[in-house]
Each structure stands twice: as C-alpha cells, then as structure tokens.
C-alpha cells in the first residue's frame, strides 16, 4: 500500500529533491503491487511484470531507477517532450485555514514529481514559469541534470504580481504549440481570458494539453463564519460580507464558473483536473495520469 504523504508532512521537508523522489517512486510502487493493468506511470502506457511477459518487455532503465519491473503495454515510436507550465501569479499564493502549503508551493512539489516521472523514462520536460514579470523558461531536455535544472528553478521564485496578457507569452507559446504534451498547473483565476486563451492558444494537433487546476479547502468549502473581510491577493481589493448570506451564493458562483470554463476548454480538447492541495500529493499525481489515460483511450 502506498504512504501518502500529507501536506504537513510536506511543508516540514524543506529538500524538494527527496521529496519529488520519494513520492514517485511511491506511487511507482502502489502501481507495481495493484492488481489493474494498464495504469499508466506517467505520459505512456506501463503495468506491472507478470510470470510468463517476455523478458525482452521489460523497462530495463525503469527497473534500474525504480528497483521495481515494469512492461510498456506498446512501444513508442519516440520521445515524448512534455512542457509543464507553473501559474506563478500572487493568487497561487493563497492557502487554506487550517493549511500548510499555498496553492504554489503544491504546485512546485506536483511540478517536480512530474518531472522526476519524466525524466524516469527518458522523456523531454521543460519547465515555463509564468506571471508578469520576466519568464522564467528551461527548454526542453532529458536526464537528470536536467531534473535538476528544474528543480533549481522552481526553488528559487515565489508567486507574485498577475497572469501577464497574452501578448507578453506569444513567443514561448510558439515553442510550447509543438511540444506533444502541455501540463498547466494554475487556479484558472484570470482577470479577463488571458488564462483560458493561454490554453487555448497552447491545444493544437500537435499538442495535448490539460489543465490541473488547484484549490485549497476553504475555496472548496467556505467554512467561514459570522463577517468575513476578504482581500484579492493580486488587486488588494478588499470585502467585507456576512459569511452565512455570502456561503450559499458564492458556492452556486463557483460552480456555475467552473463549469462553464470546463465546458468552454472541453469544447477545444483541454481535460480540467480538480486537485485540492489539503489532500496527499499522491492523490494529485493519479489524478493527473487517470486524466492522461483517458485522453489518450485508456481505461
């Protein structure tokens, strides 16, 4: 069985490094002991060996990083090259409660395991980190440096200011159109459509893309009680409401919001993810190859 590890527990590892590891290579094993075929470890199809596979089947480099064997359910004819791109606006800041980790420092530890998978079976993975000020862009590559080329990066920003226009991304987002897989993780909040167009604009035949959208449990709940000052982290705007008028009205808001974006993403071929960043970061990572497992016609 599998060892969640709780989001306290992550906030209290300050090596991103073990963590990003510990946690695929756990989620790796809870695949090796499931009795499903078929799972997918990340970006491709892989189950766990079983007497009488062909020897010849099994991931060799996979079993050397894993200790664990592995068989493709099909051979790729190449390398995938996958973008994961990182909403760094001062939103993405924001947590619950009763939380120990911000939206974006959920997003950095799902971005870093991602990566770590990726580089497991010798994809390309590159990283983009977007707000409004200057990109922070690693191209495209494979390996472990380049893991830790990631890894440097996303040690060293910090949410802040807004999601840029979508004329400050147009020349990143020519790289991104032919990568073959785009990973966004983001809290979807926009103040006009610069998000929704970034996904938009990134979908072509040439690029799956999915969004994994985040949330924290006060977002998902509105626990609060009697009045309730709220302030928007990018405009600094400030509200007070009374929270027992307010619970049920932005509840239906949000919903109604959530599933129009769905809808409107659906409409060009873009998955939406929930993932809420309360919960184990294992939940996240199935939650993100259940979803490629459907794009691509699993079960």
């Given at each position: 069985?599998?060892?969640?590890?709780?989001?306290?527990?992550?906030?209290?590892?300050?090596?991103?490094?073990?963590?990003?590891?510990?946690?695929?290579?756990?989620?790796?094993?809870?695949?090796?002991?499931?009795?499903?075929?078929?799972?997918?470890?990340?970006?491709?199809?892989?189950?766990?060996?079983?007497?009488?596979?062909?020897?010849?089947?099994?991931?060799?480099?996979?079993?050397?990083?894993?200790?664990?064997?592995?068989?493709?359910?099909?051979?790729?004819?190449?390398?995938?090259?996958?973008?994961?791109?990182?909403?760094?606006?001062?939103?993405?800041?924001?947590?619950?409660?009763?939380?120990?980790?911000?939206?974006?420092?959920?997003?950095?530890?799902?971005?870093?395991?991602?990566?770590?998978?990726?580089?497991?079976?010798?994809?390309?993975?590159?990283?983009?980190?977007?707000?409004?000020?200057?990109?922070?862009?690693?191209?495209?590559?494979?390996?472990?440096?380049?893991?830790?080329?990631?890894?440097?990066?996303?040690?060293?920003?910090?949410?802040?200011?807004?999601?840029?226009?979508?004329?400050?991304?147009?020349?990143?987002?020519?790289?991104?159109?032919?990568?073959?897989?785009?990973?966004?993780?983001?809290?979807?909040?926009?103040h006009a459509e610069e998000?929704?167009?970034?996904?938009?604009?990134?979908?072509?035949?040439?690029?799956?893309?999915?969004?994994?959208?985040?949330?924290?449990?006060?977002?998902?709940?509105?626990?609060?009680?009697?009045?309730?000052?709220?302030?928007?982290?990018?405009t600094g705007e400030q509200?007070?409401?009374?929270?027992?008028?307010?619970?049920?009205?932005?509840?239906?808001?949000?919903?109604?919001?959530?599933?129009?974006?769905?809808?409107?993403?659906?409409?060009?071929?873009?998955?939406?993810?929930?993932?809420?960043?309360?919960?184990?970061?294992?939940?996240?990572?199935?939650?993100?190859?259940?979803?490629?497992?459907?794009?691509?016609?699993?079960?």
């Open positions: 069985m599998v060892q969640f590890v709780s989001p306290r527990a992550i906030a209290s590892v300050s090596d991103m490094a073990l963590l990003a590891r510990s946690v695929a290579t756990g989620y790796l094993q809870g695949i090796q002991h499931s009795v499903h075929r078929g799972v997918g470890i990340e970006f491709s199809q892989y189950r766990s060996y079983e007497p009488g596979d062909p020897v010849g089947r099994i991931d060799w480099r996979l079993y050397a990083r894993s200790d664990r064997y592995f068989v493709r359910e099909a051979e790729r004819d190449s390398q995938t090259t996958l973008w994961l791109v990182l909403d760094a606006s001062q939103s993405m800041a924001m947590r619950s409660s009763q939380g120990t980790l911000t939206k974006f420092d959920f997003g950095r530890y799902v971005v870093a395991t991602l990566a770590y998978v990726a580089q497991m079976q010798d994809d390309n993975v590159g990283l983009w980190i977007i707000n409004d000020s200057a990109p922070c862009v690693i191209p495209p590559a494979t390996g472990i440096k380049q893991w830790h080329r990631i890894l440097h990066a996303l040690e060293g920003v910090a949410a802040s200011g807004v999601f840029p226009s979508p004329e400050r991304f147009s020349t990143q987002l020519s790289r991104v159109q032919r990568a073959g897989l785009t990973l966004v993780v983001t809290d979807l909040y926009e998000q929704r167009q970034l996904l938009r604009r990134s979908a072509t035949r040439h690029n799956d893309v999915t969004a994994l959208r985040l949330a924290c449990a006060d977002e998902l709940q509105f626990p609060y009680k009697g009045a309730v000052r709220f302030q928007d982290l990018e509200v007070l409401v009374s929270s027992r008028a307010a619970r049920a009205h932005y509840l239906a808001q949000r919903e109604a919001w959530l599933q129009s974006t769905r809808q409107q993403l659906r409409q060009r071929g873009i998955p939406v993810t929930d993932i809420n960043i309360d919960e184990p970061i294992e939940l996240a990572l199935a939650s993100v190859l259940r979803s490629r497992q459907r794009s691509i016609g699993g079960p």
